[in-house]
């Protein structure tokens, strides 16, 4: 996605005295949130974070986080948009019912059906079932014991069935090495879940290291070299007993017309907007493991995930083989067989 002119873009200082930058989109009238969005600056309604097309001034992806009180309940309609509920503390159930707007993928109406999701106790303690739920429907997510929720959204054209995903079945995957070494919990990356454009995984960095690093950029419809998506950054910072946890995130302008440009001290709850740019590193401070839930969606045919790593940087993946991964690595695995979780 490519911003407006100069004349609308200036740099504004959040409420903790980040600089926090601010763009024109392209709808007339309309100004994007600054990327760098603390903890309750994009809070709405029933949601701690709301964040989509409408609020970011792009076309495909949307990220709401969900708090529930024990026995708390919230109906929403999908829209335009397909959806999964992922538990980022606790567990629910989700109950999606045919909105009536369209078939199935398979020629068939969609029944209401209900998927009880085992959760978890944090990102920081294991990989959590999630459900998926198709555009034009209704949803409702209810919690006994209460917790916290990601639903990560992205427009789409195909209506593809509602489906659980089991923890079960989340590829873990190792990335980097030495202090480059990150955790990826594929859950809804673009080989690993059927969607019709959502891509998204989750990320864990131990205290010290940087992820998303060498910097990249997925920006350009390249066929076979890079995908035109446009990414959510939501951040969970690990405290260190009574002490809150930081990081930093960086994205830089890749090029003419890109704009984007942070650099943001991070805590929990926070997010960042990337509509375009070279993004990363992403930086855990020492004795803080950081998490991030990546949402991505953008225009292209095929759904896949094609990067460009920064040409001043891209050598570092050529060190990898020299070192070992992080042996605080993996943080956790997925589970292998059925056991209680959270309710």
């Not at 926090?20 to 603390?38: E, I, K, M, T």
Request: hydrophobic share 35%; glycine share 14%; charged share 25%.
């Amino acid at each position: 996605m490519r911003h407006q002119d100069d004349e609308d873009q200036k740099d504004q200082k959040d409420d903790r005295g980040h600089q926090a930058h601010q763009d024109s989109p392209g709808a007339p009238g309309r100004r994007a949130p600054r990327f760098h969005l603390p903890a309750g600056a994009a809070a709405e309604g029933p949601y701690a974070l709301d964040v989509g097309p409408r609020t970011a001034g792009w076309g495909y992806s949307a990220l709401r986080v969900l708090e529930l009180p024990p026995g708390g309940a919230h109906e929403f309609a999908t829209g335009d948009s397909e959806w999964i509920v992922l538990p980022l503390r606790g567990g629910c159930t989700v109950v999606a019912a045919d909105g009536g707007a369209g078939d199935g993928a398979d020629g068939g109406s969609d029944a209401e059906v209900t998927f009880e999701l085992r959760g978890r106790e944090s990102v920081f303690a294991g990989v959590s079932d999630f459900a998926y739920v198709p555009r034009d429907a209704t949803v409702r997510v209810s919690s006994r014991a209460g917790g916290r929720f990601a639903l990560t959204g992205a427009r789409c054209t195909r209506r593809l069935p509602a489906r659980y995903g089991p923890a079960e079945g989340v590829a873990v995957e190792l990335r980097g090495s030495g202090n480059c070494s990150r955790q990826v919990n594929n859950f809804a990356a673009a080989g690993a879940f059927e969607a019709d454009r959502l891509i998204a995984v989750e990320v864990l960095t131990p205290g010290g290291n940087w992820s998303s690093y060498p910097p990249h950029k997925h920006d350009e419809h390249r066929p076979g070299e890079e995908s035109e998506l446009e990414e959510i950054y939501y951040f969970e910072i690990a405290p260190h007993g009574a002490t809150e946890g930081v990081g930093y995130q960086r994205v830089t302008p890749s090029g003419p017309g890109s704009r984007t440009d942070v650099l943001a001290e991070v805590r929990t709850g926070d997010t960042v907007l990337i509509p375009d740019g070279w993004h990363g590193p992403s930086i855990a401070a020492p004795g803080h493991d950081m998490y991030y839930l990546n949402v991505m969606a953008g225009p292209g045919v095929a759904r896949e995930w094609l990067i460009c790593d920064h040409p001043d940087h891209a050598w570092v993946r050529g060190t990898w083989g020299e070192m070992p991964v992080d042996q605080r690595l993996p943080l956790y695995l997925a589970p292998t067989e059925e056991g209680e979780g959270p309710s």
